[in-house]
């Protein structure tokens, strides 16, 4: 089993920034691919971003290129999601999400990849 437990979540004006958080603990983190989905009101759950287990490989949502960067720190058991020039169509819950190793490429953009999942942290832009 994986917690995943996000944080630095919060409001913003458009055009601002944030960093989420996401912090693991149980099994050994660096086994997993990690995941960056969101979900709005009455929209279904949608990938942002991934990121293989060592860190080499990188995955984006076309509507995040350029402006989110997912990265890790296996050492502290921890993936962040560092949000750039925020939009008031970004504002959704965000959640955190561990997958097999693996993953790479176009799966790691597939929801039912991954296997554990944390709780959210709700991201508001305002216009």
């Known amino acids: 089993q994986v917690q995943l437990v996000e944080s630095g979540g919060g409001l913003v004006q458009a055009g601002g920034s944030l960093r989420l958080s996401c912090a693991a603990s149980?099994?050994?983190?660096?086994?997993?691919?990690m995941g960056w989905f969101r979900q709005a009101p009455g929209k279904e759950r949608e990938f942002v971003a991934a990121?293989?287990?060592?860190?080499?490989?990188?995955y984006y949502a076309d509507s995040v290129k350029g402006r989110f960067t997912i990265s890790r720190d296996n050492a502290k058991n921890t993936v962040y999601l560092q949000m750039n020039s925020l939009k008031p169509e970004d504002t959704a819950v965000y959640y955190c999400?561990?997958?097999?190793?693996?993953?790479?490429?176009?799966?790691?953009?597939?929801?039912?990849?991954?296997?554990?999942w944390g709780q959210g942290t709700q991201v508001t832009v305002s216009s």
């Open positions: 999400a561990a997958g097999p190793s693996f993953l790479t490429g176009q799966a790691m953009g597939v929801s039912r990849m991954y296997a554990y």
């Open positions: 149980g099994r050994t983190f660096s086994n997993y691919a």
């Open positions: 990121l293989g287990w060592s860190g080499g490989s990188t």
